[in-house]
């Protein structure tokens, strides 16, 4: 085989002139071409780079690779790429990927978990473009395509998804990652990101030539590419401190393909039940290994819902990194009346897949690892990762690898359940609960800010500063919060609870609302709220004259054209973490175990009130079913029925150029 001859352009601000170097250095013995921004004094935009850098292609290359000036190249990086490039001739390949891009960062985490040496990255989110290497062919038409876009589009990376997207080109990311990203401030415009660093990296990992000769193990855009895929898939991100759950499904025209949504609240969608994932944690607790963890934990004042929220995306990943055998491709496992897919699996995963050979073998442990650790150190909320020690970083480690363990273990069943939801559900729960699966179909480009007034609880007492304190875990929009009559006028935003967990999907069907019909007038309210600003009791069971006014103000969401008045929102919640408790006694370890398992006992909710009777928790179970049911259906539907080819939807409009997140 010929060996490639790779060209490299580096994108940089005038401001970063001295970084080159040390790229240069890097790439030897490759050639460099260093490709300043034409206007630095303007508005940031690295697209005016770009074209710039995609056009400085040689054809005497076979590759062109364009690098961003504030990247670091991992040890030995120029034979490494080399060795990726000769084995992925014809492919895009990504050097690097933001460790907490919605979607690519999972297909990354699930590949690394599987030992497997690519990933292919997911098409419509933004193609990671702080080291992108092309054919020299593809590379030219880049160039061309790109200069037909105005340079007030301000990101790259979005503009090429695009044009890859209108090819049908896939991407594949190098797993582990071959560059990482310095935490340096950003002269783009990415200020508002945070740090920005490598999903999985082994810097100083022993990369043998036929690793990268292994094929990709698993597609999590399968849905979004021309071929199609015969149901959809799921993604799963640990940000804020909260274990989130997104849906894969064909759309070409949205800004948010899908919205994430806490895991408990959809877990129902993949035939999980809450006691599937948690029922392993509370068995790793009650180990002498686990509870050394609780300990350390306990002391360094790491929440227990964090960790059960990092058990349950380390549990998600590792049921989706198992070994599938060949013959089970796209074999879908029965959940419910609706067929649940085998979560993107393509091929069985042997233990040697990210090459051949021992050394082979001897990176499974630190991809994954690797794979985990990321979540740690760029997911927890910003007041527990300022206090968070060494000692309690491990743990965390330690406590997620052991979830992944038991996903791996258990399987891509892993705990799914066939029981069906037991057919249609009428009456008042039965229209809720299809309000609900519908609104969690919506999406919203550009959520605005919302103004949310918090009635006390008069069962638990919660108030604003429990609610502020819970709404950071939800962070999908710009949100002010204030205790109920304390408003200073202003559009009318959201009256709730305090103990309320309101969920994302709640969120974002008023962001919805509110993008489409900016001029809508009246309020939203939760559920709950309504029942207090009426004096029924939430503790109690709701009468049938309360229901059926609620009933009626919820009617909004069945013709959302016309809204206006007092609109309640069809969401259910149930009582968060920082809702009050009583007192947990015991030793240090133990206090914080029962707190574990009270924060898991909490995320069952109820469709009406966070306080709802005992008696009428079989009701709220049978209600999650049906509207869980309903939203596999919608999305097996829209899988199904979706034409065949590249999933972009009319010509390039620029104004929808925008990050998902």
């Not at 010929?2 to 170097?21: D, K, L, S, W």
């Not at 071409?33 to 005016?48: C, E, G, N, Y």
């Not at 060949?326 to 042997?350: F, L």
Request: some cysteine; proline content about 10%.
């Amino acid at each position: 085989m010929t060996p490639p001859r790779i060209g490299v352009a580096v994108m940089y601000h005038p401001g970063r002139r001295h970084r080159i170097a040390r790229l240069a250095e890097a790439c030897l013995p490759m050639r460099l071409i260093p490709v300043p921004d034409p206007d630095p004094a303007a508005f940031p935009s690295p697209l005016r780079t770009a074209k710039r850098a995609w056009a400085a292609w040689s054809p005497d290359t076979t590759h062109h690779l364009v690098l961003q000036d504030d990247v670091l190249p991992v040890a030995g990086f120029a034979a490494k790429l080399r060795d990726a490039v000769a084995a992925r001739p014809g492919d895009a390949l990504a050097l690097y990927a933001h460790w907490n891009a919605p979607y690519n960062s999972y297909a990354i985490r699930q590949a690394a978990a599987g030992g497997a040496a690519w990933a292919r990255l997911v098409p419509g989110e933004w193609v990671p473009t702080q080291g992108l290497v092309l054919p020299v062919g593809l590379a030219a038409d880049l160039a061309a395509y790109l200069a037909g876009v105005d340079d007030l589009v301000r990101d790259d990376d979005t503009v090429i998804d695009r044009f890859l997207r209108e090819r049908d080109r896939c991407v594949l990311a190098a797993v582990p990652h071959l560059l990482d990203h310095d935490e340096t401030a950003s002269v783009a415009g990415n200020a508002g990101h945070g740090v920005r660093r490598a999903t999985v990296l082994l810097p100083g990992a022993d990369l043998p030539p036929e690793r990268w000769t292994a094929p990709p193990l698993f597609d999590k855009g399968a849905v979004m590419r021309a071929a199609g895929a015969p149901s959809w898939d799921f993604s799963v991100t640990f940000a804020f401190g909260t274990c989130f759950v997104g849906f894969l499904r064909p759309v070409d025209d949205d800004c948010v393909r899908h919205p994430f949504g806490r895991w408990s609240d959809w877990c129902g969608v993949l035939g999980l039940g809450h006691a599937a994932v948690l029922g392993p944690l509370a068995a790793y607790l009650a180990s002498a290994a686990g509870r050394r963890v609780a300990l350390t934990l306990s002391e360094s004042g790491v929440s227990p819902a964090t960790a059960t929220e990092l058990w349950a995306a380390a549990y998600l990943l590792g049921i989706d990194a198992t070994p599938v055998p060949a013959d089970s491709v796209a074999t879908p496992v029965p959940v419910g009346s609706v067929a649940v897919p085998a979560a993107g699996h393509v091929g069985h995963v042997p233990r040697t897949a990210a090459g051949e050979g021992a050394r082979a073998v001897d990176l499974v442990a630190p991809l994954r690892r690797a794979a985990v650790a990321g979540w740690v150190d760029s997911g927890l909320l910003a007041a527990e990762a300022a206090r968070l020690t060494p000692g309690a970083r491990e743990a965390l480690i330690e406590l997620a690898l052991a979830a992944l363990d038991q996903g791996l273990s258990d399987g891509p069943a892993g705990g799914r359940v066939a029981a069906s939801s037991g057919g249609a559900m009428g009456g008042v729960l039965g229209r809720m609960a299809a309000r609900e699966a519908e609104g969690f179909q919506r999406t919203a480009c550009f959520p605005g800010p919302l103004r949310i007034a918090v009635v006390d609880c008069p069962v638990c007492g919660s108030g604003a500063g429990e609610a502020a304190a819970y709404l950071r875990t939800v962070e999908f929009l710009p949100m002010s919060v204030v205790p109920a009559g304390e408003e200073d006028g202003g559009p009318p935003g959201l009256r709730m609870a305090g103990c309320e967990r309101l969920p994302v999907h709640g969120l974002i069907l008023m962001a919805h609302l509110r993008e489409r019909l900016p001029g809508a007038e009246g309020g939203f309210v939760t559920r709950s709220a309504f029942l207090i600003d009426r004096g029924v009791p939430l503790d109690r069971p709701v009468p049938p004259g309360a229901l059926a006014a609620m009933d009626t103000a919820e009617r909004w969401a069945d013709a959302p054209m016309r809204p206006g008045g007092v609109m309640v929102l069809p969401v259910g919640t149930g009582a968060h973490w920082w809702a009050p408790s009583g007192p947990v006694g015991g030793p240090p370890a133990e206090r914080w175990i029962s707190e574990a398992a009270r924060y898991g006992r909490g995320l069952d909710g109820h469709p009406l009130t966070p306080h709802a009777p005992e008696p009428s928790r079989e009701e709220a179970a049978r209600h999650r079913a049906f509207r869980d049911d309903l939203v596999r259906r919608r999305l097996t539907e829209i899988t199904r029925d979706h034409p065949p080819g590249p999933r972009v939807n009319g010509p390039l409009d620029p104004a929808r150029l925008t990050r998902p997140w």
